[in-house]
């Protein structure tokens, strides 16, 4: 079992932006982290859990996501990101990330547990802590997904 606390923040929505992760297995421990120019705080959200499952080297394994995101865990949990597949996710918002996320949540057994954020779980506060600092820079990456749709939609 291997599991993965995930937090998102941006500075402004949107605003630079920034994910963090801890991944734990048995005494094993992993910190990452990311910082985007110019993102959304759901993006961030849902970014951190799709690189803590692109992380793992393996496939089928069991993995716990602990996350304080009802936009995410929602949507997996009680199964919206499906019917949003169905409808080719007409009108919803994250297409690419969350097309990114249906290709890696299938390799392994995923379960979603959602935690009150700032509520004194440490994994959590450590992982908003490293989500923070990436969105406060300085190197930043281009979010390729959300600047390319912000630019289309201006002149659309």
């Given amino acids: 079992m291997i599991t993965i606390y995930t937090d998102g923040a941006s500075k402004g929505n949107p605003g630079p932006g920034g994910f963090g992760i801890v991944l734990i297995s048995g005494k094993h421990r992993k910190e990452i982290s990311g910082g985007y120019r110019k993102t959304t705080n759901n993006r961030m959200e849902l970014l951190a859990v799709i690189a803590g499952l692109e992380t793992l080297k393996k496939d089928g394994i069991n993995v716990l996501v602990y996350s304080d995101s009802k936009y995410v865990v929602d949507?997996?949990?009680k199964g919206w990101v499906h019917k949003?597949?169905?409808k080719g996710f007409k009108g919803k918002?994250?297409?690419d990330l969350w097309r990114r996320f249906l290709k890696i949540y299938p390799k392994h057994k995923v379960?979603?547990?959602w935690v009150k954020g700032h509520a004194g779980n440490s994994e959590n506060e450590r992982c908003d802590q490293l989500a923070?600092?990436?969105a406060e820079g300085p190197q930043f990456l281009?979010?390729?997904g959300f600047e390319d749709a912000q630019s289309t939609s201006l002149f659309s």
């Fill in 93 to 95: 918002k994250n297409e």
């Fill in 142 to 144: 281009v979010d390729r």
């Fill in 84 to 86: 949003w597949l169905k």
């Fill in 111 to 113: 379960q979603f547990k």
């Fill in 75 to 77: 949507a997996i949990e």
């Fill in 132 to 134: 923070v600092q990436a």
